[in-house]
Structures are given as C-alpha cells and as structure tokens.
Nanobody
Framework: QVQLVESGGRLVQAGGSLRLSCIVSGGTFSYYRMGWFRQAPGKERVYVAS????????HYAGSVKGRFTISRDNAKNTVYLEMNSLKLEDTAVYYCTLQVGSGAYDRQASYHYWGQGTQVTVSS
C-alpha cells in the first residue's frame, strides 16, 4: 500500500519562503514521477510541479516557474517543494502525488496516489 504524507505548510508572509515535504511509504520510490498540485479556496486543483524518478527532469506551472523548486531524495523516499517569493495567490492546500508508469506530468488523472494535503497561507 502506497501512502503519501505531506508536511511543512503554515502561515507565511508575502515574499517569504517555505519548504514542503512529502514522504512516501510503500512501493519503490525511485520508480515514480512525483508531483505537487494545489487547490485554492473555491477553485479547482491545479498542477504546480513534477519531477521524474531519478530527479533529472522537472516541470513547473508558469505561475511558479522561477520561484518554486521541486527536488527529491530517493534515499529518504521524500519529495520537496521549495517555495520562494511567495505571493498571496499561492495560498492553497498543496497536495503531493505519485504517478505509476508513464503519463502526462501535469494532469491529475495521470497520478495514482495522493496525500491528504497541507495548508499554505500567504498573508500580506
């Protein structure tokens, strides 16, 4: 059974930084593409970033490119999302997700396991 547990979300001021973590149990972590999605209040869940199994390929949504960095530590079964220059519009519940096999890196339907989410709130 694959499980994902996110942590690191909290209240932060605009312009600040935050690092989210997601630890995965079950399966072979290095085989999986990992992704982060987010859902703002009253909006649909959207793609943020993803990284392939060996950590050598990553993608970002345009809204976070240059500010967020996704990384992974396969020895620790953990994926990270480093968020800098945070904006009010980054406020959302952030979800970690895992893709088994191949598929689109930015589509929710391509991912198979999800964490429970961690709340990030950016204040002015």
């Amino acid at each position: 059974q694959v499980q994902l547990v996110e942590s690191g979300g909290r209240l932060v001021q605009a312009g600040g930084s935050l690092r989210l973590s997601c630890i995965v149990s079950g399966g072979t972590f290095s085989y999986y593409r990992m992704g982060w999605f987010r859902q703002a209040p009253g909006k649909e869940r959207v793609y943020v970033a993803s990284i392939n199994g060996n950590g050598e390929g990553s993608h970002y949504a345009g809204s976070v490119k240059g500010r967020f960095t996704i990384s992974r530590d396969n020895a620790k079964n953990t994926v990270y999302l480093e968020m800098n220059s945070l904006k009010l519009e980054d406020t959302a519940v952030y979800y970690c997700t895992l893709q088994v096999g191949s598929g689109a890196y930015d589509r929710q339907a391509s991912y198979h396991y999800w964490g429970q989410g961690t709340q990030v709130t950016v204040s002015s």
